[in-house]
Nanobody, 118 residues
Framework: QVQLVESGGGLVQTGGSLRLSCAAS????????MRWFRQAPGKERDIVAH????????VYTDSVKGRFTISRDNAKNTVYLQMNSLKPEDTAVYYC???????????WGQGTQVTVSS
């Protein structure tokens, strides 16, 4: 049984930092591309960052470039999202996603709330 468990969300002031973690189990972690998505109230779920299976390639949505960093520790089956210089518009539920290739198996975590106060 595959599980993705996010942690690290919370309430932070504008300009603050948070680090999200997503611990995976039940899958060959290094075989999966890992992504962070977020969904604000009334909006669609959008991708925030992507990291390849071995961590050699990362991609970010434009709004977080230079502020967020995705990383992974394959020995710990964990992916991270370091979020700096947070803005109120970063407020959302953040979801961890694991996917193999373009059409392979895909799994989601339960989400963790991030709230940035102005």
């Amino acid at each position: 049984q595959v599980q993705l468990v996010e942690s690290g969300g919370g309430l932070v002031q504008t300009g603050g930092s948070l680090r999200l973690s997503c611990a995976a189990s039940g899958l060959t972690f290094s075989a999966y591309n890992m992504r962070w998505f977020r969904q604000a109230p009334g909006k669609e779920r959008d991708i925030v960052a992507h990291i390849s299976g071995r961590g050699g390639a990362t991609v970010y949505t434009d709004s977080v470039k230079g502020r967020f960093t995705i990383s992974r520790d394959n020995a710990k089956n964990t992916v991270y999202l370091q979020m700096n210089s947070l803005k109120p518009e970063d407020t959302a539920v953040y979801y961890c996603n694991a996917k193999v290739g373009l059409a392979g198996n895909e799994y989601w975590g339960q989400g963790t709330q991030v709230t940035v106060s102005s």
